[in-house]
């Protein structure tokens, strides 16, 4: 019986281990795309909530959309509590039912921190903005245990960073 219920155990820890990777990538990839569009954030967590694989939302305990440094940089400690200015913008499971009119980058809005439009999406050094911008998600997953075998929750971060994308206009 130890055997079956670590197994079920591990399936279901690495199930939402998998999953929680897969978000941080769905969600870089997404706001790489989006670049400075207004509701690049938003389009974000919309993507992610479509991406869950079944994985109750609760589990998550913050996403950050934060500016990277480069490749595999990973946000700073102070956005990983709260929303930093010019820096990043921090999310909660709650922001995923928000509507589309409190995205945007108004005073008040949940995005304004780290506001989409001021992201730069120049095409290289020729571009008058410089190279483009860092986009880096950051995801902090709570997996509860079924059996308490192993402990009462395992968690799961991950960041990914891709630069964004040149823009068309």
Known sequence: MTVLFGTIEFGMGFFDYL?????????ARTGSTMGNDP?????TLQKLSASTSGMPLSNIQFIVIYKATGIGAQPTSACLTASQSGVCNRYVPADFARDVSQFGCDPTDVD?????TTRKVGAGASSTTGPPDYLGVYIKVIHPTYTSMFGSSFTYTDATVIRIEAQTP
Do not use: E, I, Q
Not at 19 to 27: D, K, P
Not at 39 to 43: G, L, T, V
Not at 112 to 116: G, H, I, N, Q, Y
């Open 19 to 27: 999953t929680t990777t897969n978000l941080s990538r769905v969600g």
């Open 39 to 43: 509701k690049a954030d938003y389009n």
């Open 112 to 116: 304004r921190f780290w506001c989409p």
